[in-house]
Nanobody, 127 residues
């Protein structure tokens, strides 16, 4: 059974930084695409970014491009979301997501969907 456990959320002032972590178990990490979604109060869950298994294969939503960066530690089965220049609009519950990579790499989650979700971690950005 796939388990995704997020950590690293919290309260930060606008312009600040946070790093989220997602530790994965129950899956063969090297054949999965990992990603992050977020959901703000009253809004639908939206895609933030994803990382494929090939070096440098990342894909981001336009709203976070240039500010957020995903990375992966294959030895620890963990992915990270480094969030810089945070804005109040980034306030949301952030969910780790995983999906078997059938060849689309970082686009897998957006095109074929998410197979497993984490429980979410709250990120609050104050103005």
């Amino acid at each position: 059974q796939v388990q995704l456990v997020e950590s690293g959320g919290g309260l930060v002032q606008a312009g600040g930084s946070l790093r989220l972590s997602c530790a994965a178990s129950g899956l063969t990490f090297k054949v999965y695409t990992m990603g992050w979604f977020r959901q703000a109060p009253g809004k639908e869950r939206e895609f933030v970014g994803a990382i494929g298994r090939s070096v440098g294969d990342t894909y981001y939503a336009d709203s976070v491009k240039g500010r957020f960066t995903m990375s992966s530690d294959n030895a620890k089965n963990t992915v990270y979301l480094q969030m810089n220049s945070l804005k109040p609009d980034d306030t949301a519950v952030y969910y780790c997501a995983a999906g078997r990579d059938y060849g689309l790499g970082s686009r897998e989650l957006m095109i074929r969907g998410v197979g497993s979700w984490g429980q979410g971690t709250q990120v609050t950005v104050s103005s």
